[in-house]
């Protein structure tokens, strides 16, 4: 299942001016720089000789919490003022965000709130609460988390900080991008997993600034796309959120979406979606071929290329956007001859 934008319409309409800018993403870099990890870009060799083309991944399974998240929190709460920082930040997160806000609110020395949905895998609740934030565990879904943060920010004037709908958070995530075409100036195509879509809207808004050419091609599961379904239908649209094994990539775009899905409609040139042996795949082929500890999500870029879902021409540039994975979970798939 594949939908082509290659007849994209004009980025923006006059009314709305682009939300995250060049210049934008290049001060979250001088702001970040020193608190989160520049990520290295390794060249795959089994992937290259499998593919017939160079391919490239983006360790962003390096970063200290174990995924990209922190590049976009850790800006967001910078570019706070100081005395609104102080009275503590809140979020909804379906783990690897949440990681990130406890992760900048404990470096930063504020107090964090975390908002999950009891659907959310142990082993993130744990590791966020190893953080030293405050976790809240609220019904069902994200919208039910959600509500939670809008409350806390009602009547404990705590600040929140968006997973991915937010100009400060997309501008984090977008420089990957930066280091993306400093790194590998001939780049023809990235790879991006995509949910809410501030790691895809990011770097398009980077790679695109800088190299208006290079194709930019977001990957979900195919169990509960939602930024695929919001393309599709030209709008936010509700889904029903289901188990996958790309868990991070679970839950909605938010029907109010301000930011990410104008900018993924816009700027991404094709949306993919795996099925979960496809997801398996990916996962395999990142522990047994790359040494690599990838979750669902970060490993959805190497199952697309292994699936023949993509096929570009010239230097590819995969973003491995985590390794957050329940260890036996990661066994079974890998010692696995299928999901
Ligand atoms: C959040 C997340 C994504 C998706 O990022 P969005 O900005 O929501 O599209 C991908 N991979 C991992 C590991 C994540 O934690």
Redesign the pocket.
């Given at each position: 299942m594949t939908i082509m934008m290659s007849d994209a319409r004009p980025i923006f309409s006059e009314e709305t001016a682009v939300p995250v800018q060049l210049a934008d993403i290049e001060q979250a870099a001088a702001r970040i720089a020193g608190h989160v990890t520049r990520t290295p870009l390794v060249h795959s060799k089994s992937l290259s000789e499998t593919i017939g083309q160079p391919v490239f991944l983006k360790l962003e399974t390096r970063q200290p919490i174990g995924?990209?998240?922190l590049r976009g929190a850790m800006n967001a709460v910078l570019s706070l003022d100081d005395v609104v920082r102080k009275r503590g930040l809140v979020t909804a997160s379906?783990?690897?965000?949440g990681r990130a806000v406890a992760y900048a609110a404990r470096e930063l020395s504020v107090p964090a709130t975390i908002c999950m949905s009891a659907l959310v895998p142990s082993n993130k609740i744990e590791a966020v609460r190893a953080l030293g934030a405050e976790i809240r565990i609220v019904g069902t879904s994200q919208d039910d988390a959600q509500e939670e943060v809008e409350r806390l920010v009602e009547y404990r004037r705590l600040t929140p900080i968006p997973?991915?709908d937010d100009a400060n958070v997309v501008a984090g995530?977008g420089t990957i991008g930066l280091e993306l075409v400093e790194e590998l100036p001939d780049l023809t195509v990235v790879l991006i997993?995509?949910?809410?879509?501030?790691?895809?809207g990011g770097i398009a808004a980077a790679v695109k600034a800088l190299k208006p050419r290079v194709r930019i091609i977001g990957i979900s599961m195919e169990r509960g796309a939602a930024?695929h379904a919001a393309i599709a239908a030209g709008k936010p649209v509700a889904i029903r959120e289901e188990e996958t094994l790309a868990d991070?990539?679970g839950g909605g775009i938010g029907h109010a979406n301000r930011i990410?899905f104008a900018l993924c409609r816009d700027l991404l040139d094709e949306v993919v979606l795996l099925t979960e042996d496809e997801i398996a795949a990916g996962i395999r082929h990142a522990a047994r071929e790359e040494g690599e500890i990838v979750?669902g999500?970060?490993a959805v870029g190497i199952g697309a290329l292994l699936a023949g879902k993509v096929r570009p021409f010239g230097p590819i540039a995969v973003i491995v956007?985590?390794g957050?994975i329940d260890p036996k979970r990661h066994r079974d798939i890998v010692e696995g001859a299928t999901a």
């Open positions: 995924a990209f998240k379906t783990g690897n965000h997973p991915f995530q997993p995509l949910s809410g879509g501030g790691l895809a930024m991070s990539l990410t979750e999500a970060g956007s985590g957050n």
